[in-house]
């Protein structure tokens, strides 16, 4: 999700899911700064909200994302898929969507 200035100013809604995803990582306090002000924010505010993983400068996003793959082309591809599914389930149901730990029966 990502925030524009313009929402704010001319009256724009965003859905539920939106806000809560944002309330979720960043706090309901810097929620209510970005969406009831509008403002932007600089690469490294983001960073310190949590909104981005990682900053890089231009010159060195090819190593970075370089490195990156390699850390995950070294994990097991069929754990990386259980888990990126665990975590976009508590995501959407939150802890509703904590279950009985079935992927770790599956494995």
Same mark, same amino acid.
């Given at each position: 999700?990502?925030?524009?200035?313009?929402?704010?100013?001319? +009256?724009?809604?965003?859905?539920?899911?939106?806000?809560?995803?944002?309330?979720?990582?960043?706090? *309901?306090?810097?929620?209510? @700064?970005?969406? *009831?002000? +509008?403002?932007?924010?600089?690469?490294?505010?983001?960073?310190?909200?949590?909104?981005?993983?990682?900053?890089?400068?231009? @010159?060195?996003?090819?190593?970075?994302? @370089?490195? =990156? =793959?390699?850390?995950?082309?070294?994990?097991?591809?069929?754990?990386?898929?259980?888990?990126?599914?665990?975590?976009?389930? *508590?995501?959407?149901?939150?802890?509703? +969507?904590? +279950?009985? @730990?079935?992927?770790?029966?599956?494995?």
């Amino acid at each position: 999700m990502f925030f524009h200035e313009r929402e704010a100013r001319l +009256g724009l809604l965003y859905s539920d899911r939106e806000v809560w995803r944002l309330a979720l990582r960043i706090g *309901f306090a810097r929620s209510r @700064d970005l969406l *009831f002000t +509008g403002r932007r924010v600089s690469a490294a505010e983001a960073f310190t909200f949590g909104l981005v993983e990682r900053l890089s400068e231009a @010159d060195g996003l090819d190593a970075m994302l @370089d490195e =990156l =793959l390699q850390q995950f082309s070294a994990c097991a591809p069929r754990a990386l898929r259980n888990t990126k599914e665990q975590l976009l389930r *508590f995501e959407r149901e939150g802890a509703a +969507g904590v +279950g009985d @730990d079935k992927a770790a029966e599956q494995a």
